[in-house]
């Protein structure tokens, strides 16, 4: 199970940390962790991914130098820090078992993101 947490209003420039909380299974066994988010209107697209067994990273283009996720195994829990948001990153944020929409073991409940200009 994933629960994510951290989701608000803020301005446009402000910036926000979202929390992926996970049970039932320990980050340290490897899987991938893949931030994702839906816009009203717009399809599920993916934002960033984290490889808790080295660290890896990986980000969209429109978030890079933006956003970076991050993983507390000890918490078991992975993060996405969001900093100089814009109104174009509002959206419903989901973290996920898996890095690839279409290959996800299982979809946290999401948390919502709207920034205002």
């Known amino acids: 199970q994933l629960v994510e947490s951290g989701g608000d209003l803020v301005q446009s420039g402000g910036s926000l940390r979202l929390s992926c909380a996970a049970s039932?299974?320990?980050?340290?066994?490897?899987?991938?962790i893949g931030w994702f988010r839906q816009a009203p209107g717009k399809g599920r697209e993916a934002v960033a991914c984290?490889?808790?067994?080295?660290?890896?990273?990986d980000y969209a283009e429109p978030v890079k130098g933006r956003f970076t996720v991050s993983g507390d195994n000890a918490k078991n829990t992975v993060y996405l820090q969001m900093n100089g948001l814009q109104p174009g990153d509002t959206a419903t944020y989901y973290c996920?078992?898996?890095?690839?929409?279409?290959?996800?073991?299982?979809w946290g409940q999401g948390t919502q993101v709207s920034v205002a200009s």
């Open positions: 996920a078992v898996g890095c690839s929409e279409y290959a996800i073991l299982t």
């Open positions: 039932g299974f320990a980050l340290e066994d490897g899987y991938g």
């Open positions: 984290f490889s808790p067994s080295d660290g890896t990273t």
